[in-house]
Structures are given as structure tokens and as C-alpha cells.
């Protein structure tokens, strides 16, 4: 008797089981989805501002940027993400100086973790939210950070923060 | 966390004339030569005042010079001591050390990596293949003369084929062919392309019908070297390499290699570092725990759940990325403090959330828990006793499932857990649904853990200033924290320079992974992913 | 209410004046068996959309909304892709099983499609053993499945083909054993007589609780029959990527995708047909303003609105449950369908004698 109580207890109580999670789904299919439609809101979609999507080197609207030249970014980097290009320059007193030429940038092998912006001597390097970065070819994927013409600002704040 | 005493020390010391005593880490070093150490080792894992039952990590070592050796690092789960033994050889051509994995089934698989690794055999073990690396690979990488070039090592273009023989290691280091497969049986392999292995993961099955008579596992699909790589970078360097382990517990792994260079350091973080990093680690348990029960949900099936749990985790993801500014990786822990003091939004949105999940987590019963096609596929199913589940290490939600009160957080506290006040959840049975009920119970107890921490993070620095460049003082260190999926471990041995000598991450999927054979024999194919599903391993955390 | 064999006989006697009888019947088996697939492929694209949005619906997402309005030309867009992709030879099969293997499929899944009654006189066959016809012709979809498993020369096919077998076998007793509970009370095998059968009632109220136990049998094990979540076994992505199809690609894979959603229909058609009056309008007796204006909708909205019905609960399970343990599936089946199926039987057979329906 014991076993067939049991039998029809173990078909009820799974039976119900079934039913209360069927209640769930039914529930949910009447509720408000969660989908973004992700093109269409484009105009809406704000990522949170400390979200890593690349690596720039800030200019102002002078076309100034802050890069010295000096390398620590590209020594820091554990990835081999950063190359530079600089050259020694003469300026009208005839001091001798490092010239930023070229800051090569490869998005695609960089592991976003802010060893170059945080060494930065001259805080010249920023991460912005961006976040559409998909191209065809990893060539696409390295770019170079210095705007074109752009020369460094006049007066460098010379602070170095270590964290 | 307790050391083991001088009196007991000097009973062993008097009991291995061969050992002697360093004290240059946590725990004192016990060396032993060669001769001695598997007695040595069978002596502390069973004298009353010893009894190391646990092996918490096996490292390999290149000595320099000649040596190749092996740390292990013992853990009593009786009387909560720790200890380091060590031993070394001097042969380089084909170095033998007696085995251990008799003695502790996780050096089973560990030993394999220390041969892969640094080629040194392990007499008496059963298995002698490379775990990580390719069976035609030329060195061994870890060693400190390895030559890296690709000429030596060329990228291979063919693919390799898994023979079905191994060689088990004999005293003077011949070998003794064995076979894994016969001839005859239905050898079946469950990935690595495959849906329910969470990642590359290979198992060869071999089976009768649907029942699973022997399960082999391949790891190194997504091996990547980091140990190798730390060795070449500094202590700042590697710390993204930390978070990329263990995917789903970035910043608790994180948080353990930070506390472990901050103690050789002896730098002590404010208070309010202390919070914020216990905040993000159980941010981070949350969002993997969820993803943990949507997952299990898909693995048996119910692809419903499955987005439940993700739509739910995705909050979560929100908050940590609003303050971290990274969703998965989050890079937010520095030697030191935390990258970036909390986002003022912080405390708003977890409260807001911590009134959102508890209905969600009904459903989830409603849906999940309660179901009787679930519960039928999980009760009973890959029992792991309490016995094995110490000897292979398995820590975390899935040992406490089997009896093993585990949790770091309470063994030995950091951060701020021993001030908050949370249960910890162990159940006796060992089988997939205890497992799998740990941790949905840790979703409740994160829950209560961040009520308790959100409206009290003191004001303070978010981060102590450290010298530029970081070089550890010389000896050992090891620290470990409670990460999503048990025990996360960081073993660094340093001679003083800008880059540790030797960096072994203690893996909490490594254990996990090692037991799925043991527990799936006899049981079916279904009951194999259901094992695996609520084992909860991850697998770049295994193949590091 | 509208008749479809004022149609179909219109069309008979106007193939017959132009060209001799037997011309004529060629031309209308042609005609039928054009219809009859468009149908098919209609129907089926149509599910395979509705399952889309369904399935989203539950799972708090939008599902397709791209291709057209609403995602509605998704499912055309697969199927346009699914015939331009390429089939790929595969090393080592068994080439002549391996393309049979699909078509067995769906010809079974045509087959039993053609036995359903539509609309009132719109229905290709209808002889004195129709839903025995259809039981059997149904069941030959397994040996295309078996095929396939075994010709694909895949572990992995091979045990979702093994676990196939052991699952339709099973199931096809809970089936046969429902159908015949409502065979008892109704008294036919045809299928038009068993839908005139209901015109004051359907079935699963007029045999009340056997009929009611019969129905829920009969959706659960027709559930399994279609290899559907949760008795999805054979397929089981988890556990077996994809199953007795895992090699198959393009259109071999689509004639595979095609049939487990036409299977779906018609179970759910036959569902309708046993237990859910058909294509009958539903009556109330006593209130008859009421069935006046059910009688002006039309006989095949009724039939497809109540195989709608269906079809939305059995999309319903399989997206809220977990999948089924092989063994789990076998004693589902055997300790409790089957012995509750065959008591069912004789309660039926004791209402029926003692005239206690209704």
C-alpha cells in the first residue's frame, strides 16, 4: 500500500511541480521584454563613462597634445600595444628635445588595463567610451593616436602619478 | 591561519635525518632529498599531530643551477596548519622524483603538469603525458634554460592525434606502456567544439550504450603560458593576466594577487580598499553564480532559464561596470587599493538591486529548483564523498556540497568578511543537486553580505601610494582568496627582482576538472553533463 | 456552413468534361499533391516563425524582428538560405542511406498530413481506417531517422538515432493506446465520421474524464513523438550537438527542420481532430444565439485555431522544461503512461458500455 501511496504522491507532487513552473513561463510571456534594439537606440545608448573602449592621446582644439615622447607608456605596456616613433628636435634655444612623431596604437592586442594612462608622466592619455570598434582587417585595428599637424602643448604640467 | 609549531618541526626533523627546515615564507619549508620525501609525505598526511590531508598546490620548480624540484603546499582540514615541503634533483637529463598521487589524488593531474612543464618524472605515477602542451613538443617550458625560439618549436600545421596508450613511470624513470582505450570500445569525444564542456575542454568517453565506462581528459585547448609570462613581466604587468584565469571571477582572482604582492610588500590598504574589493568580490560571486544556474539550466535542457539567469546577471554586470568600466574583466584592483574609488551611483544601484533578485530567485525555484525532471536529473547524481573530495582539492560551492566546510572567507578572512555576518552553506550529500543548491544559496548570502557592507564603506583612500617599480623581498609567499568557484591561490617565489622567479596560480577548475572522471564513471552521457555542469569548472582557469 | 467539396467537385466535373476520366485523375493527383505541398511548406514556415516568437516571448526577449515587419519574412529568408547552401559530402558515410534518409522523413510527415481533415469536404484522404492509416504512415518517419544516425558514420549521430528508436517505440504505444480510448467512444476509424461524430459536442467533453486522461496522454507521448523539448533527446545540443542530424547541412538538414515542424502540426491536427471536435464550430447546447454565430465562422478557422491551441501548449513545455534523462524518459512511458493509458482504456470501454457519456 506504502509503494503505491507513494507512486500516485510522486506523480502529483511532480505533476504540480511541472504546472508552477509553467505558471513562470506564462507569466513572463506577457511581461515587458528586456531586448535592446541595439542599432535603432544608438541615439539613446550611453555607456558609463569609466568603460574602456580605446586608447587616445588627448588634443585641445589648438591641436596641442601633451605626449613627451619619453616612452614610459610603451615600456609599461605588457602587451607590446604602444609603439613610438620620436626624434630629436632643436628648439630656438637651442636646446636639444624628443619630438613625438608618430604614436602607434594596435587596439586589437590591447588588454585595456590602463598601466599606460595611469603611468603617464604628462597625464596625456585618456580611455573613452567608444565602443563600435569592428573592422574587417587587424591592419584596421592599429591606428596612429597623434592627430595629423598636431605639436606638443606649450606648457607641460610636469606631475607624475604612480598607482 | 595557523603555522604548524617548532616542537612538531623538530619531531619530524628527528624522524628525516635528510630534512632540514627554511624559514623564508608563511608557513616554515620542510626540504627533503629525494630519498625521503614520499615518506616524508606519507608520514604528515597521517600522524595524528600532522595530518596534512589536503594538498592545497603542487608547484614545479627550476632551481637554477642544477636543481629541478617541487613545492607542495600542505593543509590540514582537521587542524588548520599549513606547510611547504619541498625536495629537488639533480639529474637534468631525465629527472625522477617518487610520486605523491597515491597519497593525494589531486597530484594525479598536478604531477602531469609539473612533467610538462619541467619534465620531471614522477616514479610510480600512472600517466606519464603532457597535460598542457603537445605530445610532440621539444623542452619544457618552465625551465629556466628553455629555448623559446620558433625554430625548435615550430606552429604545428598538422593535428595531433591522441594515442591510446600511456606510460607509467617506473623507479629509475623506464617506462611501462598502459592503455587507456581497447580496441573494442565506443570511444566518443565530448569536445572540445562542444556545447556543455563551458569552453575547450576535451573529454574522451569511452561508452556502453549510454552509460560512461571511462572518461580521459585533455586539457591545454586555451593554454596560454601565463605562469611563463609572469616569469618576464613585472608585478604591475601581470596583474591583467590575473583577471584573464578565471573569467567569471576576474576580481576576486585579482584581489588574490594583489593581497599576496601586498603582503611580501608589507603594505597595509585603508579600510575603505577593504570594503570596496569585498563589494566587488561578491558582486563578482553573484555574477557568476547566476550565470552558473543559467547555464546548468541549459545544459539539462531548459533554455528558458537560461535567459532568466543571463537578463538577471547583466544588472549585475551594469553595477560593477559603472564603477570598474569593465564587465567581465574589470582590471580594478592595483597593488595598493583599487584603481578608482566607487562610482557615486554604487550604493543606489545595489540597493535597488538588492530588493530586485529575491522575487527573481522564486521564479528561479518556480522554474528550476523545483522541477521535477530537474531535480530527478541531478539527486543522487555524481556523489563526490567528503574523503575525496579533500584529496582532489575540490574547494569551493562543490566541496562544501560534500561536507567540507571550506570557505576561505571563513577559514581565514580578508577583506572585510570577518566582520559581516553570512552563513556558509554546506550540505553532506555530494551530489549534483547539493551542488547545485550551494550556490544558489550564495546568491542569497552574497545578497546579505552587500546589505550589510553598502551603507557602511568608510571614507579613506582608495588606494596607498607604492614605489614605481615593485620588487618583492626574497622568499615565498602564498595567498589565497575565495573565488567564485573555490579556493584561488597565488604562489609567488621571488629573489628580490622586478619579476618573481617562480608564479603558480593555485586553480580552483584544475581540482574540479580532475574529479569529473572519478564521478562519472557508471553514470550516462546525460548525467556527464549534469556533473560537469554543476562542477561549474571554467576552463582557462584550468589551462592557465 | 461552407462546404469545400462544392469546390473540389466544381473543379472534378470541369477536369472530367475537358479530357477522359482517367487523364482527369492524374491531373487532380497532381493538382492534390501541389496543393498538398504548398501547404506543407506554408504551414511550416509559418511554425517555424511562431515557434521564434514564441519562444522569445518566454524568454523576455523580442525574437526576429529584422526581415519584414515584425521579423513575419524570417523564416522566408532561412528557407532561402537553406536551399542555396551547399551539401556537404561527407568522408565515409554511407552515401545512398544518407540522402534517403531526409526524404523517408518527410514523405512519413506528408503522408500523415494528407490524413487530416482541414475544413468540412476539404481533406485528401478519407477512407474507413484513416487514423489507423495515419498512426502507421506516421510512424515510418523513424526508420528515416534511424537511417540517418546510422548512415552518418558520427558517434554522436548514432546514439541520438539509438535513443530515437527506444523513444518512438515507446511513445507509439501511449499514442495508439489514446487514439483507441476515443476510437471506443466514437465507434469509427474514419476521420470525417469521427469529426461529424462531435457536431453536438466534442469528445473531450462528451467522454469526460477517460477522454480527458486520453488527451493529456496523447499530448504528452505526441510531444515525445516529435522529438520535441523536453523529450528532445535524440537531438539533445547539450549532450549530442545536434543528434542524428549532426552531419546533414543544407536542404537535407531543412527537410529534417521542415518535418519536426510539420510533425508538430499534426499532432496537434489530430489532437484537434480526436479530442477538440475538429473543424466543428463549438456548440453549447441550449444557447442557440450563441451557436448561430459560431456557425458563421469558418470550418477551417476552427480547425486551425484550435490546432493553434495546441500548438501553443506544446511550445509551452518545451520551453519551460528541462530535457528528459533517456531513463527518465523510458519510465515515464512505462511506469506511468502506459499501465494509466490501459486502466484508461477499460474506463472508457465500462462508459461507454453503460452509456455514461454524454
Request: hydrophobic share 45%; glycine share 8%.
Amino acid at each position: 500500500m506504502n509503494s503505491v501511496n507513494r507512486y500516485f504522491v510522486n506523480f502529483f507532487k511532480g505533476l504540480h511541480s511541472l504546472l508552477v513552473g509553467m505558471r513562470v513561463t506564462l507569466r513572463v510571456f506577457f511581461r515587458k521584454k528586456t531586448t535592446e534594439c541595439y542599432p535603432e537606440n544608438r541615439k539613446k545608448l550611453v555607456m558609463f563613462d569609466r568603460f574602456r573602449g580605446e586608447l587616445v592621446l588627448l588634443h585641445d582644439s589648438q591641436n596641442h597634445h601633451k605626449c613627451i615622447a619619453c616612452g614610459i607608456c610603451e615600456v609599461n605596456c605588457p602587451n607590446g600595444t604602444i609603439r613610438l616613433t620620436s626624434e630629436m628636435m632643436t628648439d630656438e634655444t637651442g636646446k636639444k628635445k624628443k619630438v613625438l612623431v608618430e604614436y602607434r596604437y594596435d587596439h586589437g592586442s590591447c588588454l585595456f588595463c590602463q598601466l599606460c594612462a595611469r603611468t603617464c608622466p604628462q597625464q596625456a592619455l585618456d580611455f573613452i567610451p567608444t565602443f563600435e570598434h569592428a573592422v574587417f582587417t587587424r591592419e584596421k585595428l592599429v591606428h596612429k593616436l597623434n592627430r595629423d599637424g598636431s605639436t606638443l602643448a606649450p606648457k607641460p604640467v610636469a606631475e607624475s602619478i604612480t598607482v | 591561519m595557523l603555522t604548524i609549531d617548532t616542537m612538531q618541526v623538530d619531531h619530524i626533523v628527528a624522524r628525516f635525518p635528510g630534512t632540514r627546515v627554511e624559514e623564508n615564507g608563511p608557513w616554515p619549508t620542510l626540504v627533503a632529498t629525494p630519498e625521503e620525501y614520499r615518506a616524508l609525505a606519507l608520514f604528515l598526511r597521517d600522524d595524528d599531530r600532522t595530518r596534512f590531508d589536503f594538498l592545497a598546490c603542487m608547484t614545479g620548480v627550476d632551481r637554477g643551477g642544477e636543481e629541478l624540484g617541487v613545492v607542495l603546499l600542505l593543509e590540514s582540514t582537521t587542524l588548520g596548519h599549513r606547510v611547504f615541503v619541498e625536495t629537488s634533483t639533480r639529474e637534468r637529463e631525465r629527472p625522477v622524483l617518487p610520486t605523491v598521487s597515491d597519497l593525494w589524488e589531486t597530484a594525479n593531474l598536478n604531477e602531469r603538469e609539473v612533467y610538462d612543464y619541467f619534465g620531471i618524472r614522477f616514479a610510480g605515477h600512472p600517466d606519464t603525458r603532457r597535460l598542457f602542451l603537445r605530445n610532440d613538443w621539444k623542452g619544457y617550458p618552465l625551465r629556466k634554460d628553455y629555448d623559446a625560439s620558433e625554430a625548435v618549436n615550430p606552429v604545428p600545421l598538422e593535428s595531433e592525434e591522441s594515442p591510446d596508450v600511456t606510460f607509467s613511470c617506473r623507479e629509475d624513470g623506464g617506462e611501462e606502456p598502459r592503455a587507456l582505450f581497447d580496441d573494442g570500445e565506443y570511444v566518443v569525444n565530448i569536445g572540445p567544439q562542444h556545447p556543455a564542456t563551458h569552453g575547450v575542454l576535451r573529454f574522451r568517453v569511452a561508452l556502453e550504450g549510454e552509460i560512461v565506462k571511462k572518461v580521459d581528459v585533455h586539457c591545454g585547448y586555451i593554454h596560454r603560458g601565463i605562469e611563463k609570462m609572469c616569469e618576464s613581466l613585472s608585478y604591475r604587468q601581470m596583474l591583467p593576466l590575473a583577471d584573464r584565469l578565471d573569467y567569471l571571477a576576474a576580481h576576486q582572482h585579482r584581489h588574490a594577487l594583489c593581497l599576496c604582492i601586498e603582503e611580501a610588500l608589507q603594505v597595509e590598504v585603508t579600510e575603505r580598499v577593504k570594503y570596496i574589493r569585498t563589494i566587488m568580490d561578491e558582486l563578482n560571486r553573484l555574477s557568476s553564480h547566476l550565470l552558473f544556474w543559467s547555464t546548468l539550466c541549459m545544459d539539462l535542457g531548459a533554455l528558458t532559464a537560461f535567459f532568466y539567469g543571463f537578463r538577471d546577471r547583466e544588472k549585475v554586470l551594469d553595477i560593477m561596470e559603472e564603477t570598474t568600466g569593465g564587465r567581465l574583466i574589470q582590471h580594478y584592483n592595483v597593488i595598493g587599493g583599487v584603481s578608482a574609488d566607487i562610482h557615486l551611483n554604487l550604493t543606489r544601484r545595489i540597493k535597488e538591486f538588492i530588493k530586485y533578485l529575491p522575487p527573481m530567485l522564486k521564479e528561479y525555484d518556480q522554474v528550476f529548483t523545483g522541477n521535477v525532471i530537474a531535480r530527478q536529473r541531478m539527486e543522487g547524481i555524481g556523489v563526490l564523498s567528503r574523503e575525496d573530495a579533500i584529496s582532489f582539492g575540490v574547494t569551493g560551492p562543490s566541496g562544501r556540497a560534500s561536507g567540507w566546510a571550506c570557505d576561505v572567507r571563513k577559514r581565514k578572512p580578508y577583506g572585510v568578511y570577518d566582520k559581516v555576518e553570512f552563513d556558509e552553506i554546506v550540505y553532506t550529500e555530494g551530489d549534483s543537486y547539493r551542488r547545485y543548491l550551494v550556490r544558489v544559496k550564495e546568491i542569497v548570502e552574497s545578497l546579505r553580505i552587500l546589505e550589510q557592507l553598502v551603507d557602511n564603506i568608510p571614507a579613506g583612500d582608495f588606494a596607498v601610494k607604492t614605489k614605481p617599480v615593485i620588487k618583492l623581498p626574497e622568499g615565498r609567499y602564498f595567498k589565497s582568496v575565495e573565488g567564485s568557484r573555490g579556493e584561488f591561490g597565488v604562489y609567488i617565489e621571488s629573489r628580490g627582482e622586478k619579476t618573481p622567479y617562480r608564479l603558480k596560480f593555485r586553480s580552483t577548475s584544475f581540482p574540479l576538472v580532475s574529479v569529473v572522471p572519478r564521478l562519472a564513471r557508471g553514470s550516462k552521457i546525460a548525467d556527464l553533463i549534469a556533473i560537469g555542469g554543476t562542477l561549474d569548472y571554467i576552463v582557462p582557469d584550468v589551462d592557465r | 456552413m461552407f462546404d469545400f467539396s462544392i469546390i473540389t467537385q466544381w473543379i472534378d466535373q470541369l477536369l472530367r468534361g475537358l479530357m477522359p476520366d482517367a487523364a482527369a485523375t492524374v491531373v487532380e493527383c497532381v493538382l492534390v499533391g501541389l496543393a498538398l505541398l504548398l501547404g506543407y511548406a506554408v504551414i511550416a514556415l509559418a511554425l517555424i516563425y511562431v515557434e521564434r516568437k514564441v519562444c522569445a516571448w518566454f524568454q523576455c526577449r523580442l525574437g526576429p524582428n529584422r526581415v519584414g515587419p515584425f521579423g513575419i519574412l524570417q523564416s522566408v529568408a532561412d528557407m532561402l538560405k537553406m536551399l542555396t547552401k551547399e551539401i556537404i559530402e561527407i568522408k565515409h558515410v554511407d552515401r545512398f542511406l544518407f540522402g534517403l534518409a531526409p526524404y523517408i522523413v518527410i514523405i512519413a510527415s506528408v503522408a500523415a498530413f494528407s490524413c487530416l481533415p482541414f475544413a468540412r469536404g476539404l481533406q485528401v484522404l478519407d477512407f474507413n481506417v484513416g487514423i489507423f492509416f495515419l498512426v502507421a504512415v506516421s510512424s515510418i518517419g523513424i526508420v528515416g531517422i534511424l537511417l540517418a544516425g546510422w548512415a552518418s558514420n558520427n558517434k554522436y549521430s548514432l546514439i541520438g538515432a539509438m535513443r530515437s528508436g527506444a523513444q518512438m517505440i515507446s511513445y507509439e504505444l501511449s499514442i495508439g493506446l489514446s487514439i483507441l480510448t476515443m476510437v471506443v467512444l466514437s465507434g469509427t476509424l474514419q476521420v470525417t465520421e469521427l469529426v461529424e461524430g462531435q457536431a453536438d459536442g466534442w469528445f473531450l467533453f462528451k467522454g469526460h474524464l477517460p477522454a480527458l486522461i486520453a488527451f493529456v496522454i496523447y499530448l504528452v507521448a505526441g510531444t515525445a513523438e516529435t522529438n520535441r523539448g523536453p523529450f528532445d533527446l535524440p537531438e539533445a545540443d547539450s549532450e549530442l550537438t545536434a543528434g542524428y542530424h549532426t552531419e546533414y547541412s543544407g536542404m537535407h538538414f531543412g527537410f529534417f527542420y521542415l518535418a519536426e515542424y510539420l510533425n508538430m502540426f499534426i499532432v496537434a491536427g489530430v489532437a484537434t481532430t480526436l479530442f477538440l471536435g475538429g473543424w466543428m464550430p463549438l456548440h453549447v447546447p441550449g444557447w442557440e444565439g450563441f451557436n448561430e454565430v459560431m456557425d458563421y465562422i469558418p470550418s477551417l478557422f476552427w480547425f486551425l485555431g484550435k490546432v493553434g491551441v495546441m500548438i501553443f501548449v506544446i511550445m509551452w513545455f518545451k520551453w519551460t522544461f528541462p530535457r528528459l534523462r533517456i531513463d527518465q524518459l523510458l519510465r515515464l512511458e512505462w511506469k506511468y503512461l502506459l499501465p494509466i493509458n490501459l486502466l484508461n482504456l477499460l474506463l472508457m470501454v465500462i462508459v461507454v458500455v453503460y452509456k455514461l457519456h454524454f
